[in-house]
């Protein structure tokens, strides 16, 4: 199986609405996101899984 690069990534919508209802008070993974982004690509790691 070969998995295709991708240079950009977005949480879809319904992904973000479900994990904000799932946790109204907020978490540390959907804030640091939220704030950062993505912080690793598929790039940084290519040469790993050739």
Do not use: C
């Amino acid at each position: 199986m070969s998995l295709q690069a991708q240079t950009w990534y977005l949480v879809p919508e319904e992904t973000g609405r479900v994990a904000r209802a799932a946790f109204p008070k907020g978490n540390r993974y959907v804030r640091m996101y939220d704030e950062l982004g993505v912080i690793y690509d598929d790039h940084q790691f290519a040469t790993l899984f050739s």
